[in-house]
């Protein structure tokens, strides 16, 4: 049974970056069906895709981040990672992991399997 | 950006009633379109995806049907484990992303 788990900081300070990592167990990120993703949901808010990842490493963000956002793949240990620069309290929020299984176009899917999610809270 | 637009945003309806959560595109998707339901302090869950492929182990209650903009997910007959938020996400085209959300209460 495929899981992903997200490990990384609960608070963040404003302007720092905000790193996260998903530990895909179950199943090999290896694989040229899917795709990585991260989504986050601030309180109250709608879902909010960040970007997708290739096992290749190619990267897919969303433009309301892409200046800010960076992925990677680590296949040695079947996990990926997020990086969010210069955070806000507007950062705020769960974060998702993802697994994506490819259709349409470059990092585009539908989210089939989610880790638990983890809150992190932007605050000094 | 393609922007999802539910309805209704709330509802509330009885066991054994038949629902129906609307979704509508802002610009035509085909059919790439998914449906989840989240439960409070939960990930989404995936439901239906291409419209209208119930993904494995969802009861058969579900289902979804549409294509181009507009978009609608029915459960046939309504049981208390069925509470939660609804929520329709395109991925045809990037950005993706999802409507805002129907939440669904049981009386």
């Known amino acids: 049974q495929l899981q992903l788990q997200e490990s990384g900081p609960g608070l963040v300070k404003p302007s720092e970056t905000l790193s996260l990592t998903c530990t895909v167990s179950?199943?090999?990120?290896?694989?040229?069906?899917?795709?990585w993703g991260w989504i986050r949901q601030p309180p109250g808010k709608r879902l909010e895709w960040i970007g997708s990842?290739?096992?290749?490493?190619?990267?897919y963000y969303n433009p309301s981040l892409k200046s800010r956002v960076s992925m990677s793949v680590d296949t040695s240990k079947n996990e990926f990672s997020l990086k969010l620069s210069s955070v806000t309290a507007a950062d705020t929020a769960v974060y998702y992991c993802?697994?994506?299984?490819?259709?349409?176009?470059?990092?585009?899917?539908?989210?089939?399997?989610w880790g638990q999610g983890t809150l992190v809270t932007v605050s000094s | 950006d393609t922007h999802m637009t539910q309805s209704p945003p709330t509802l509330s309806a009885s066991v054994g009633d038949r629902v129906t959560v609307a979704c509508r595109a802002s610009?035509?998707?085909?059919?790439?379109l998914a449906w989840y339901q989240q439960k409070p302090g939960r990930a989404p869950k995936l439901l239906i995806y291409?419209?209208?492929a119930l993904e494995g182990g969802v009861p058969s209650r579900f289902s979804g049907s549409g294509s181009g903009t507009d978009f609608t997910l029915t459960i046939s007959s309504l049981q208390p484990d069925d509470f939660g938020t609804y929520y329709c996400?395109?991925?045809?085209?990037?950005?993706?992303?999802f409507g805002g959300g129907t939440k669904v209460e049981i009386k």
């Open positions: 291409k419209a209208s």
């Open positions: 610009q035509t998707i085909g059919t790439y």
């Open positions: 996400q395109q991925y045809n085209s990037h950005p993706l992303t």
């Open positions: 179950g199943g090999s990120i290896s694989s040229d069906s899917y795709y």
């Open positions: 993802a697994r994506l299984v490819a259709a349409a176009g470059l990092g585009l899917g539908r989210g089939d399997h």
């Open positions: 990842v290739y096992y290749s490493g190619s990267a």
